[in-house]
């Protein structure tokens, strides 16, 4: 049967985790609509391309436009929902500056939002810093969450005395006497929001955030003696804003129904209390559909962004109407939903491991008489027997490496023993995969056997996440999309740690333990993408085995169908990466050399040969980080 370019996006998913913004052509490859439409960019007619505007790969790819559909889609929701159910107040949405600090993502996104009055959300004075300094529109609000300290708080008053709407957010008890302190000293009148711990909670990997042990946030308690504190210092008018967050990537619109419900009520019952506060911000949490299933697993979510802003606002103005108090102004700190789309790394794969896949086996005549025993096994397996020669192979195997271990075994026996038992194994594997059950042993077999393909990146400083949490991210192939994909295989980095791999792929009814991939070609590249990643993964990579950050392009598509590389940053090269960890490259230079001149006094060397080491070694330190895996 054919394979075809649809049943490569049925494989891999992407009608799902694509969101309209990814497809295959009908030359099998990978594309990308930035703005949903039409206008599509083959990624893999951008290699060369990037290739020839001196892009490095692995190469990250960002598209600015998906930054601005992202925010219109976003605010489109919410006006409309605004719209639809009446609501009197207005939305203010705000990015929330942790999830992505890179200035390539905020300047499109500040431009984009800049007209829909979208703000900033900082977690800290460096980021709080980046908010003030961007020109937003009059109407956008700053949050500022994050614990603080009294610089923090003075430098959100500056932000007010320059007429920017600052929200100094009370995350916990003692930050209302800093505040109230640093405002005085200022003499300036501070906008106050505080952060409330809510019974909702949001699911999955982040479901600590929320509940009433949540680091951040009063409970019920404090925000009354909050309230008190305020009014017995003639403060109570400057607390305008309420917020909470339950957890980021919220599977489930039942907790985010409940949450805002709950959250909606404390709003009411201070106003109620004649509190003039007339902000609610619902934090973050809007989730992203990693894996495409539209289901309630942690990598998905079981709801749409308009069904998301719908609830909001439904359920904000029904409880206003209930206890007939004015709605506030709703804020929302999406920052997930908003940048996750617009960023993949496209990488080369550089080989395989061996796995036995395709191997034949001779055992000469003299081998040891073990060796002989396991090629009967292996020659005379069936599906009725396999399980039991499985376990015989296995038990003959030890006994060999015993041999071994006592010097009775050649070397060259042992290497042929391990590549026998490896076909064993992939053997058996097969006859017991014929079967209904496949028994724990022969799952775990599975695994070890499974090919691995060795990607040039570093899952540490690409997916950090992927490591850390288990998170998924879409990957696939970026050509032969209209070839069958007949290897399955886990993705290794270039990194020296066994964790740098890639086991867990997506999947609309599972969590695949491997990826299909395409079989290696001699002397021509197979490129891989690893999508969605413009989410928390661009600031959190680390430097492990010193590979850096790596080189990004920012790719716009024009209307005539065609797509323009407006900029190549270049990433880390490895005298940057040692500057970070205080190695001085300059110096390391002078060390090579002053060990040349010794050998060449000691004439171990010539001195083109130490002008050699000298220019390579110059070479290697300010080179990329990463392989050249053509060269
Ligand atoms: C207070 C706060 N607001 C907003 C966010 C952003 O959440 P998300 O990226 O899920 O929208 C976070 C992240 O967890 C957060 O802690």
């Known amino acids: 049967m054919t394979f075809t370019v649809r049943d490569a996006v049925r494989l891999y998913g992407i009608d799902g985790w694509g969101n309209g913004y990814f497809d295959v052509n009908a030359r099998g490859h990978l594309v990308v609509r930035p703005n949903r439409d039409d206008v599509a960019v083959d990624l893999m007619q951008l290699v060369p391309r990037l290739k020839a505007k001196k892009a490095r790969f692995p190469v990250l790819v960002r598209f600015p436009q998906i930054l601005a559909n992202r925010v219109h889609e976003i605010f489109g929701a919410f006006g409309k929902a605004i719209l639809e159910f009446g609501y009197s107040g207005a939305y203010r949405g705000v990015f929330p500056i942790k999830v992505n600090q890179q200035s390539e993502v905020l300047e499109p996104l500040i431009a984009a939002g800049r007209p829909l009055g979208m703000g900033l ?116 008018d400057c607390f305008r804003l309420l917020h909470f967050h339950v957890g980021s990537q919220i599977p489930e619109i039942k907790r985010i129904k409940a949450a805002v419900k709950e959250g909606a009520r404390v709003y009411a019952k201070l106003r109620a209390e004649g509190c003039p506060v007339d902000h609610l911000d619902v934090g973050g949490g809007l989730g ?126 042992r290497a042929l023993t391990e590549r026998l038992l490896t076909l064993i194994g992939r053997r058996a594997l097969q006859f017991a995969k014929e079967d209904r059950f496949l028994p724990e042993e022969f799952e775990q077999l599975e695994k070890r056997l499974i090919t691995k393909y060795i990607a040039n990146f570093s899952v540490f400083q690409t997916i950090p996440d992927s490591w850390a949490l288990d ?59 690893i999508c969605l990643i413009g989410a928390y993964q661009d600031v959190m990579g680390d430097y492990h085995n010193l590979f850096g950050r790596v080189d990004e392009a920012h790719v716009v598509a024009g209307k005539g169908g065609g797509a323009r590389i407006t900029r190549v940053v270049p990433g880390d090269n490895a005298d940057d990466v040692l500057k970070i960890f205080g190695h001085d490259a300059e110096k390391m230079v002078d060390a090579i050399e002053d060990m040349a001149k010794a050998a060449m006094r000691a004439k171990k060397l010539t001195r083109s040969g130490a002008n050699e080491i000298l220019a390579e070694y110059r070479e290697a330190i300010e080179g990329y980080t990463y392989l050249d895996v053509n060269g």
């Open 121 to 236: 959300e900082a977690g800290s004075k460096a980021e709080l810093a980046i908010a003030l300094a961007n020109e937003l529109s009059d109407d956008a609000v700053i949050i500022c969450n994050g614990y603080k300290d009294a610089a923090y708080v003075r430098l959100a008053l500056r932000g007010v005395a320059l007429g920017k709407k600052v929200f100094l957010i009370v995350e916990k008890p003692q930050e209302i006497g800093l505040i109230q302190r640093v405002s005085e000293e200022a003499g300036v009148k501070p906008l106050i929001g505080v952060r409330i711990r809510l019974r909702a909670r949001g699911s999955g990997k982040w479901e600590k955030s929320g509940g009433t042990e949540a680091k951040f946030g009063l409970t019920t308690q404090e925000l009354i003696d909050a309230v008190d504190q305020l009014k017995g210092t003639g403060m109570l």
């Open 288 to 413: 992203v559909d990693y894996d495409g299933s539209n289901t309630s697993y942690d990598a998905s979510m079981n709801y749409s962004v308009q069904e998301y802003a719908n609830d909001v606002v439904y359920f904000v103005k029904e409880t206003c109407q209930a206890e007939n108090v004015p709605v506030p102004t709703l804020v929302s700190e999406s920052g997930r939903a908003l940048v996750a789309y617009h960023s993949l790394l496209i990488c080369e794969v550089s080989g395989q491991n061996s796995n036995g896949e395709g191997e034949e086996l001779i055992v000469p005549a003299d081998a040891h008489e073990g060796l002989k025993g396991l090629f009967e096994i292996y020659n005379t397996m069936s599906r009725k027997n396999h399980r039991e020669y499985w376990h015989d192979a296995e038990e003959k195997r030890e006994v060999l490496m015993g041999h071994f271990d006592l010097g009775y075994l050649s070397l060259r026996d």
């Open 471 to 529: 998170q998924l991210f879409p990957i696939l192939p970026v050509h032969r999309l209209d070839e069958r994909p007949i290897v399955h295989a886990t993705l290794c980095d270039v990194t020296c740690d066994s964790d740098g791999e890639v086991d867990r792929f997506v999947d609309l009814r599972d969590v695949k333990d491997s990826l299909e991939l395409h079989p290696l070609t001699p002397d021509k590249p197979y490129y891989v993408a």
